[in-house]
T-cell receptor, first 111, second 107 residues
């Protein structure tokens, strides 16, 4: 298996623009997690899904953030409108359950 | 809400020395995970600890779990420069991570 695949790897956008981050989990994994990592706040859990159903979205910072998992092989994290404070590395991870397998991350810069 | 605390947050050590990183968590959990992150890279799984008293070793790293004390340790033996990285623990309840311990091993 190719592992967890995230795209884009790097995104630079201007404040107010919509940003969509994508994730393809490892086939057969039931859980999918979205994390955000910054120097100030560390690694924050944003939301996780079990069998495509959102289980805990308490970490989503505000209504500008939304996440979907329309099927077992694809998830998106959308920010609309984006703000400079959203600049971070966003990681997607999947698990069978148990041990997490991380993607390479999407580095977002909002100017 | 589950809280996961690691200490120290920063650790600078000489090659050849031993040290221990601690991970405390606030609610009952039966599983704990350790991950390593190199600068600019993703997180890589190191250890999966599945029960009270579990001990796992890989090279110069050894991890243990005490579920009664809600404590896990990551022990470094005879550190080498290649171990320089940030180490995270995570608790299985909802896979929340500690703040990480940034380890620097100096020659």
């Amino acid at each position: 298996d190719a592992g967890v695949i995230q795209s884009p790897r790097h995104e630079v956008t201007e404040m107010g623009q919509e940003v969509t981050l994508r994730c393809k989990p490892i086939s057969g994994h039931d859980y999918l997690f979205w994390y955000r990592q910054t120097m100030m706040r560390g690694l924050e859990l944003l939301i996780y899904f079990n069998n495509n159903v959102p289980i805990d979205d308490s970490g989503m910072p505000e209504d500008r953030f939304s996440a979907k998992m329309p099927n077992a092989s694809f998830s998106t994290l959308k920010i609309q409108p984006s703000e400079p404070r959203d600049s971070a590395v966003y990681f997607c991870a999947s698990s069978p359950p148990g041990e997490l397998f991380f993607g390479e991350g999407s580095r977002l810069t909002v100017l | 809400e589950l809280k996961v605390e690691q200490n120290p947050l920063f650790l600078s050590m000489q090659e050849g020395k031993n040290y221990t990183i601690y991970c405390n968590y606030s609610t009952t959990s039966d599983r704990l995970y350790w991950y390593r992150q190199d600068p600019g890279k993703s997180l890589e799984s190191l250890f999966v600890l599945l029960s009270n008293g579990a001990v796992k070793q890989e090279g110069r790293l050894m991890a243990s779990l005490d579920t009664k004390a809600r404590l896990s340790t990551l022990h470094i033996t005879a550190a080498v420069h290649d171990l320089s990285a940030t180490y995270f623990c995570a608790v299985s309840n909802d896979m929340r991570f500690g703040a990480g311990t940034r380890l620097t091993v100096k020659p």
